[in-house]
């Protein structure tokens, strides 16, 4: 086995049987140094604490465990990892508790390394955890694109599970404004979970991005994983903004977390009367900071706000232009329109209005939902 003290984190990391952050902690704490740990017997890892069939689980892994095998698969799958004892491992994570003693990576190790900045204080405010519900409806859609997107142009990474629903907006709208962003998942980082999200997992990566786990290769996600993997998005961000969920939404159990690090908790109202805004209005009434737009992300952490005039979708110079989009654009910027209301309030003839609209949906900037323009 190699001797560098870090491999024996990840090799500690490898046994999924019980040995957790806490756990490594009483035994590095016992025994000085994870190597020491690693070669204690398994009578005396009862004596130090560690639940019998525990111990028995880590003995027999500790026999056919092949570390320089596991680097290699590693190595071939262009996966990283961080530890605790690591100068990259992120700061912020680094604070809570419970922090993973190894963090795999497969992307861009300098996206959640904090190694190669000068003022923690600054850069750790540029990070935000984004998440809600997998059963996203238009009003949420509509409003985590517009958020992330201004977030995202304003600098922010940002940090999401890569579940369906608002996860999955959350990331596509960082990536589609040329930002970056950090998938946590409840499985290994080779393990692409969900399915659906494949072309996804490959676009974070490719954009700059990176895919996060504290769980080894092959490990697949069950139900378990899925808390654990939450406390490592809040334990990574500044602050969680929730968009959308119901009462009993996962993502309420990433904002629990985040309260209990001192992270922000922000939540966007919705609808009275829809479920999927229970989980929300309920933050806000335990006190959870009221978000209707970045700038009230922005004003918590005394950042600037956005510029007025840019398409936040598409991260485009305004100023390429003509008058006649900008003018729709300005409109579409504070709320949808359908045709006939645009023709209204430019004035135009209606025919240069389609004409114009056609081509900002050919070009990809707008689209036309049920009816009603809106930025895309």
Aim: charged share 20%; net charge neutral.
């Amino acid at each position: 086995m190699k001797s560098d003290q870090r491999y024996y984190y990840l090799a500690f990391s490898a046994f999924e049987e019980g040995i957790g952050p806490y756990r490594f902690k009483l035994l590095v704490e016992h025994y000085k140094t994870a190597k020491n740990a690693w070669s204690v017997p398994q009578k005396e890892l009862v004596d130090v604490g560690i639940p019998a069939n525990i111990a028995s689980k880590f003995t027999d892994f500790k026999n056919k465990f092949n570390l320089d095998s596991y680097i290699k698969e590693m190595e071939q799958m262009k996966v990283s990892f961080l530890t605790l004892e690591d100068e990259a491992y992120p700061y912020l994570l680094k604070q809570i508790s419970d922090a993973p003693i190894v963090l795999y990576i497969k992307g861009n190790l300098d996206c959640v390394g904090y190694n190669n900045f000068s003022s923690f204080a600054q850069t750790s405010k540029k990070i935000l955890a984004v998440v809600g519900t997998r059963k996203i409806t238009a009003y949420g859609r509509e409003v985590t694109e517009k958020i992330v997107g201004d977030l995202v142009t304003s600098g922010f990474t940002i940090v999401s599970g890569m579940a369906l629903g608002v996860d999955t907006v959350a990331h596509q709208t960082t990536i589609k404004n040329h930002g970056q962003t950090i998938a946590v998942l409840g499985c290994g980082v080779d393990v692409i979970y969900p399915p659906q999200n494949r072309q996804l997992y490959f676009d974070i990566i490719e954009s700059g991005g990176c895919i996060v786990s504290e769980m080894p290769l092959n490990h697949w996600a069950t139900k378990g994983t899925f808390p654990a993997r939450n406390r490592i998005i809040s334990g990574l961000s500044r602050g969680v903004l929730m968009t959308e969920g119901a009462i009993d939404s996962g993502a309420l159990i990433t904002c629990s977390y985040a309260g209990e690090q001192g992270r922000d908790v922000f939540a966007v109202p919705g609808l009275i009367t829809s479920s999927l805004s229970e989980g929300t209005l309920s933050l806000l009434k335990k006190g959870a900071k009221l978000v209707t737009g970045a700038e009230d992300i922005l004003e918590e952490f005394g950042m600037e706000k956005p510029p007025k005039n840019y398409n936040r979708y598409n991260n485009n110079n305004y100023n390429d232009y003509t008058a006649e989009e900008k003018e729709i654009i300005d409109l579409l910027q504070q709320e949808n329109l359908t045709a006939d209301d645009i023709i209204k309030n430019t004035g135009q003839k209606a025919s240069a209005v389609n004409t114009l609209l056609s081509l900002l949906e050919i070009k990809g900037y707008i689209k036309n939902c049920e009816g009603k323009y809106k930025l895309n």
